[in-house]
């Protein structure tokens, strides 16, 4: 929910704004509307115009993704000066486990957790909402590194600088089918057996977002073409933790 003047837009319905802001006092509606609406016209019988309402949703969204990644006990990482990343943990999956993916035609699997340069590496996503041209979820890959403490996970490192050489060594051997394949199994382990990941706004409303990203086709491509088989990302020696010469080049997690 978002206070407004002396009151909440919210997508609570009235009975469940007063059940749990009952200490605070009795609410009346005053105006509602469909989503889509609130981002085209505001609520102009209570002086929210649309640029406003659209960054009312986009802030109420971005706080539900959180809660809802929170309540799923991904690990959660800040970034600097950024919307935070929900990682995968000991919860989702084992380190050095391949997840499955994929619906149509053959499976496939990619690993979301494994140990490099004596560090856990966990992949993550950093969701960001929008309503241009359409609602979506922009996602955002992630990747943090933690202590090994007996084979298993420690605490997430949190020297930043840290952080960043871990990435820009251990991942940069990483290309978009290693990528793809990443964000593929997360979303598979987000939305199990579903086609849909769905995402609580209220206790009777959810934000049902399509588990498949969206297909596009490029005009343009790049000259090396894409002969990598399925399985040969896990053969990549900074992924097995192999040594990887470092660069002055950061690779984007």
């Given at each position: 929910?978002?206070?407004?003047?002396?009151?909440?837009?919210?997508?609570?319905?009235?009975?469940?704004?007063?059940?749990?802001?009952?200490?605070?006092?009795?609410?009346?509606?005053?105006?509602?509307?469909?989503?889509?609406?609130?981002?085209?016209?505001?609520?102009?019988?209570?002086?929210?115009?649309?640029?406003?309402?659209?960054?009312?949703?986009?802030?109420?969204?971005?706080?539900?993704?959180?809660?809802?990644?929170?309540?799923?006990?991904?690990?959660?990482?800040?970034?600097?000066?950024?919307?935070?990343?929900?990682?995968?943990?000991?919860?989702?999956?084992?380190?050095?486990?391949?997840?499955?993916?994929?619906?149509?035609?053959?499976?496939?699997?990619?690993?979301?957790?494994?140990?490099?340069?004596?560090?856990?590496?966990?992949?993550?996503?950093?969701?960001?909402?929008?309503?241009?041209?359409?609602?979506?979820?922009?996602?955002?890959?992630?990747?943090?590194?933690?202590?090994?403490?007996?084979?298993?996970?420690?605490?997430?490192?949190?020297?930043?600088?840290?952080?960043?050489?871990?990435?820009?060594?251990?991942c940069k051997g990483?290309?978009?089918?290693?990528?793809?394949?990443?964000?593929?199994?997360?979303?598979?382990?987000?939305?199990?057996?579903?086609?849909?990941?769905?995402?609580?706004?209220?206790?009777?409303?959810?934000?049902?977002?399509?588990?498949?990203?969206?297909l596009f086709t490029s005009p343009v491509?790049?000259?090396?073409?894409?002969?990598?088989?399925?399985?040969?990302?896990?053969?990549?020696?900074?992924?097995?933790?192999?040594?990887?010469?470092?660069?002055?080049?950061?690779?984007?997690?």
């Amino acid at each position: 929910m978002k206070q407004h003047n002396r009151g909440v837009v919210t997508f609570l319905s009235l009975e469940e704004i007063n059940d749990q802001l009952s200490h605070i006092g009795r609410f009346e509606e005053k105006a509602k509307c469909g989503t889509m609406d609130f981002t085209k016209v505001g609520m102009p019988e209570i002086g929210i115009a649309p640029k406003e309402a659209t960054n009312h949703l986009v802030e109420m969204l971005s706080v539900a993704w959180e809660n809802y990644a929170r309540n799923a006990r991904l690990i959660q990482y800040d970034f600097s000066g950024k919307k935070p990343g929900f990682h995968i943990g000991d919860e989702q999956t084992q380190i050095g486990k391949k997840v499955s993916w994929g619906r149509q035609g053959d499976r496939r699997s990619s690993m979301l957790r494994n140990i490099a340069k004596g560090k856990v590496w966990s992949f993550g996503i950093t969701a960001m909402p929008s309503v241009w041209p359409f609602p979506h979820l922009k996602l955002k890959s992630r990747v943090i590194f933690s202590d090994v403490v007996n084979d298993v996970a420690g605490s997430v490192i949190q020297n930043t600088d840290q952080q960043f050489r871990l990435r820009r060594s251990v991942c940069k051997g990483w290309r978009n089918k290693q990528w793809h394949g990443r964000l593929m199994a997360y979303l598979e382990i987000l939305s199990g057996d579903s086609a849909w990941i769905y995402i609580p706004l209220s206790p009777s409303f959810n934000l049902r977002c399509d588990a498949q990203p969206l297909l596009f086709t490029s005009p343009v491509t790049t000259q090396l073409a894409n002969e990598l088989s399925d399985d040969d990302e896990e053969t990549d020696p900074a992924l097995m933790g192999g040594f990887v010469e470092d660069t002055d080049e950061e690779s984007e997690s």
